[in-house]
T-cell receptor, first 115, second 110 residues
Framework: DAMVIQNPRYQVTQFGKPVTLSCSQT?????MYWYQQKSSQAPKLLFH???????NEADTPDNFQSRRPNTSFCFLDIRSPGLGDAAMYLC??????????????FGPGTRLTVT | DAKTTQPNSMESNEEEPVHLPCNHS???????IHWYRQLPSQGPEYVIH???SNVNNRMASLAIAEDRKSSTLILHRATLRDAAVYYC???????????FGQGTTLQVKP
């Protein structure tokens, strides 16, 4: 049973054309995360939501934004994709973000290509 | 955020045990030790985590040093499907973030 679902799995967009990636979860977890993973690199945290509270990482570019309309869904918006934004985008969920005692569940990722 | 150090790569033979080491000398008292693995073209998958005591689950065992400055992930019988990048991550404090290092690429030979 899929628990963290990401759509689409593959997305192609043009340079500068806004794109939205989506994530949904069936776990009813409070916390949802977005990571960027470039080729041959480790995942890098972009931001996360604890319920409706948005927490941005200090080095996340302004070009990246997120929305969480309800517990189940979270969106990643890239306002003006550049060639350097081509990557795998991973969504993850967790029951809590304030302690280390809970694991994160990851989706399969969306591979973004920018042409 | 406290950092971890892992070997870049390791090799194992199929059906043999694998011990993946991780050093985390700056670990704080509230940091949990988490292990995730990532198979090619997939999202990371949770493997195991612990705080002070050794932990076992259906996937692996986690051995934590008494001073908590190092830990070892143990795969009891490696299979070809265990070939992946294994990440050792400290999670806790007041952020709960997962900060990924470069991980260990495990190759399993038949």
């Amino acid at each position: 049973d899929a628990m963290v679902i990401q759509n689409p799995r593959y997305q192609v967009t043009q340079f500068g054309k806004p794109v939205t990636l989506s994530c949904s979860q069936t776990l009813n977890h409070n916390v949802m995360y977005w990571y960027q993973q470039k080729s041959s690199q480790a995942p890098k945290l972009l931001f996360h939501y604890y319920d409706k509270d948005f927490n941005n990482e200090a080095d996340t570019p302004d070009n990246f934004q997120s929305r969480r309309p309800n517990t189940s869904f979270c969106f990643l918006d890239i306002r003006s994709p550049g060639l350097g934004d081509a990557a795998m985008y991973l969504c993850a969920t967790s029951r809590d973000s304030f302690t280390g005692g809970y694991e994160q569940y990851f989706g399969p990722g969306t591979r973004l290509t920018v042409t | 955020d406290a950092k971890t150090t892992q070997p870049n790569s390791m090799e194992s033979n199929e059906e043999e045990p694998v011990h993946l080491p991780c050093n985390h000398s700056t670990i704080s008292g509230t940091d949990y030790i988490h292990w995730y693995r990532q198979l090619p073209s997939q999202g990371p998958e949770y493997v195991i985590h612990g705080l002070t005591s050794n932990v076992n689950n259906r996937m692996a065992s986690l051995a934590i040093a008494e001073d908590r400055k190092s830990s070892t992930l143990i795969l009891h019988r490696a299979t070809l499907r265990d070939a992946a990048v294994y990440y050792c991550i400290l999670r806790g404090g007041n952020t709960g973030k997962l900060i990924f290092g470069q991980g260990t690429t495990l190759q399993v030979k038949p």
